[in-house]
């Protein structure tokens, strides 16, 4: 399963999209930059139906940041950052 996630441009103009890759039970496994490559970052895991969530630069940083930083992690050690982000969110 995927979620777009988009913000507005950077100062430069670049794009900041891209995608997070969740199971089916809803839990994130990675993040794919998006770039200028559209649908096709993510070509193999698409299956079309993905929504896209628009967020504030700050939240895309975070977004993006727990994606790449999870599909890193040992699967025994992923939960530790869910609830860390999660605890991270209630503050905000």
């Not at 193999?44 to 939240?59: A, C, F």
Request: positive net charge; proline residues 4%; charged residues 25%.
């Amino acid at each position: 399963m995927l979620v777009r996630i988009a913000t507005t441009n950077d100062a430069s103009g670049n794009p900041r999209r891209g995608w997070l890759r969740l199971t089916a039970g809803g839990q994130v496994i990675g993040w794919t930059e998006e770039g200028y490559l559209g649908r096709g970052a993510i070509a193999g895991y698409d299956d079309g139906e993905s929504p896209t969530i628009y967020v504030s630069p700050k939240e895309y940083k975070r977004f993006k940041n727990w994606g790449e930083t999870i599909q890193d992690v040992a699967p025994e050690e992923k939960h530790l950052i869910m609830n860390s982000f999660l605890r991270q969110k209630e503050r905000i």
